[in-house]
């Protein structure tokens, strides 16, 4: 990568903590600032908070993951 070339976007999670009790993960998520500016850039109204680029950044995980699951179908569906 040159000096001036922009990083590509990406995102480390951390601090994950699974509950047997209630079956949800928890975990933290960073992303760097070509993510954030890619999710502002998607959004229509360019004036938002960290708040809703976080809910953009939630709301995009839920679809990338029943996205992948779909594109699996019934195979995936017995198998966890």
């Known amino acids: 990568m040159s ?3 922009t ?3 990406s ?3 951390s601090n994950v903590h699974y509950s047997r ?3 949800t993960l928890r975990f933290n ?3 760097n600032a070509e993510t954030i500016r890619m999710v502002e850039d998607s959004l ?4 938002v ?5 976080a809910a953009s950044l939630a709301e995009t995980l839920v679809r990338g993951v029943l996205t992948d ?3 699996g179908g019934q195979r995936r569906k017995g198998s966890y």
């Open 3 to 5: 000096k001036d070339s």
């Open 7 to 9: 990083p590509p976007a």
């Open 11 to 13: 995102a480390i999670a």
């Open 21 to 23: 009790f209630s079956h």
């Open 29 to 31: 998520i960073e992303v």
């Open 44 to 47: 229509p109204d360019k004036n």
């Open 49 to 53: 908070s960290y708040e809703s680029i």
């Open 69 to 71: 699951y779909h594109r």
